[in-house]
Each structure stands twice: as structure tokens, then as C-alpha cells.
């Protein structure tokens, strides 16, 4: 009878946890900022005359990078990376690019993207 008892039991919070991943956890932020801490990441406008960059720019929305400058209104939105032969932030490729390399938009010195293979 108790067998019973303590397997209806751990049938029931199978159950619990299971309605309970199915239910609240798509709704929650995969990243959570710390409390009253800034949120969002950091983007840069490669459009020469535009300049914008913010460090907390909201990419919850869905879509393929680069994604349209708030300021310019053009598609030059990227997120940054750092250049190794000035230190300034240049626009990172979007995922699936596929040449080798890119210029900085600082200094215009090529960044290779990948090491150089093994010979």
C-alpha cells in the first residue's frame, strides 16, 4: 500500500515538472542581465557618415545581421569586434560569411578570420 502511495506520488511531480517546463520556460529570457544592470549587447553602424553605437541595444527580434541602423536607417548594423593591429571596434562578419578575411573600418588593414592552416 505504501509502494503504492510513493509511486502515484512521484508519478504526480513527473507530471508537475513536466507541465511546468512544457508552460513557463519558453517564456523565459535566455539571458538575464543582473538586476538593474544594463541589458542588451553592443552594435556598431559601419556607414562612415552614421557613426551610431550603443552598448545595449535590444536583439530580441529575429532576423539575419546585419539588421537596419536606427540612425541611418541603413542595413549596417553589426555586432563589433576588436581589431588586432588598432584596437578599435570594426563590424564583425554575420554568421556564414565566407572569405577568409575582412578590413577594419578603422585603420583598413586586412583581419584574417581563420588561423592559417598547417603545412
Given amino acids: 500500500m505504501n509502494r503504492q502511495k510513493i509511486l502515484i506520488g512521484g508519478i504526480i511531480v513527473c507530471v508537475a515538472v513536466t507541465v511546468y517546463a512544457v508552460i513557463f520556460k519558453p517564456f523565459a529570457p535566455k539571458f ?3 538586476e538593474g544592470g544594463p541589458k542588451g549587447i553592443h552594435v556598431l553602424c559601419t556607414n562612415a557618415d552614421c557613426g551610431f553605437e550603443d ?3 535590444d536583439a530580441s527580434a ?7 541602423c536606427p540612425k ?3 542595413k549596417t ?3 563589433p569586434m576588436r581589431c588586432p593591429h588598432c ?3 570594426t563590424a ?4 556564414g560569411y565566407d572569405k577568409p578575411s575582412i578590413k577594419c573600418i578603422h585603420c583598413g ?5 581563420q588561423p592559417p592552416m598547417p603545412q
Fill in 32 to 34: 538575464k542581465a543582473p
Fill in 55 to 57: 552598448q545595449h541595444y
Fill in 62 to 68: 529575429r532576423g539575419r545581421w546585419p539588421r537596419t
Fill in 72 to 74: 541611418c536607417g541603413q
Fill in 77 to 79: 548594423l553589426y555586432m
Fill in 87 to 89: 584596437g578599435e571596434l
Fill in 92 to 95: 564583425e562578419p554575420p554568421t
Fill in 109 to 113: 588593414k586586412e583581419i584574417m578570420l
